[in-house]
């Protein structure tokens, strides 16, 4: 087969050339190719295979190119990069790789075309396309990825046990694929998978957490947190997770599998966030149940405090997995732990203090808290779904509206201390604090408009009552 087509731009007669004049062969290899073929939109990095030096080809094509880029070498990998327009480009000279026990690291040596496809995790990940002056185009697919790819599987070129226990990584990056690709993990590669899960803790936090955000990103990622489960992975990576598996019953009381129903909700929220961390908070948002859950001969199942306890579990959680500790990680802690409170308002009648209490606590977030709580309706009774849904539509208008009136996103006291103090005449004290909390509560349960001249005179009768003179 030829894919002439896949090799328009103009990039790659540059390269072709480049490596006519250093008399090496090379090839386009990998994600390139295989998105190309799956037309899945235009793969943003091209990886180059030479046989030779990857290096001094790509500084070879720099010099061929009218704007010379400045071409990055990584001396340890043997490979070399350079920017054209928005696409980066990865050489690396074919190598045969053999690994030892403990590393990820192989030793590696100067090997063929053959031998470099070996090294690859995926037969859909080895196709390559010649570059070569008059095999231009050519595809050379020794594993028969084509047909992998049309049968939508992910199967490992050799033996999988060798793969997988060789670069461990490659576990995830097979859930990762089925995932973004909704291919199919060839059954001995799940069984391998699951043979070797154990090793996946050579691996360093910060390429597993890669690979689950790639999981997370995906259209379904509750395909990936399904193999992860099935395959014992995910004991390993999010032990919180698998702590939410199952359904206990007690004297007929049961409560809902709290694993499944997660991922249906990090399915919904799919739907409608594409911000990753969104879609982590509702990915988190119930692990707080596994250690909170209580059963109660008169009221059933309870998981009391489960939305504090999981917003401290985020942070041990992030830590772990030595993800950001910042404020995206403060996000979803705020995320988690107010997760059930627009729930209380959907299933009763909703009153305006509660929708300003609301805004008042969650600020610029009330809109995502609001997306995730409509993304953790998961109940399978129409009646009930209609409802819940209905009532949260009635609560975003009335965010709106109570947003417009009274301006409690951002919340600014309509009174200062400090105008407490000039008209009481005070000192710094706790009697500033009682007031502003006095004023700011009869705000949020809609006594007083949220303007000065209301709160003014709010100010002045509970001065009085607190035995304060006003000096005039
Ligand atoms: P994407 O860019 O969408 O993540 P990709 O297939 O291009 O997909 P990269 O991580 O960019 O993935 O790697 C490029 C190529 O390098 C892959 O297609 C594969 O052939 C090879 N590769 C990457 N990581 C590994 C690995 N851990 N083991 C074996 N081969 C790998
Ligand atoms: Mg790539």
Redesign the pocket.
Known sequence: MNYKQALKNPIFKIISQSAKELQLDAYV???FV?DYILQRGS?K?I?IVAIGSGIELAKQVARNLPNKPKVQIFKTYGTAMLRFEDIEIEFVGARKESYNEDSRNPVVENGTLEDDQN???FTI??LALDLGDDQFGELLDPFNGIQDLEDAVIRTPLNPDITYSD?P??ML?AIRFATQLNFTIEPNSLKSITDNKQRIEIITKERIVVELNKIMESTKPSIGFLLLEETGLLEYILPELTALKGIDEIEGQKHKDNFYHTLEVVDNISKNTDNLWLRWAALLHDIGKAPTKKFHKKIGWTFHGHEFQGSKMVYHLFKRLKMPLNDKMKFVQKMVLMSSRPIVLAEDMVTDSAVRRLVFDAGDYVDDLMTLCEADITTKNPKKFKKYHNNFKIVRDKIIEVEERDHIRNFQPPISGEIIMKTFNLKPSKEIGILKESIKEAILEGDIPNEYEAAYQLMLKEGKRLGLKAST
């Open positions: 290899i990998g994600g295989r793969h990095d990886d090294r690859r995790d990940n080895a670069d990584l490659r990056r």
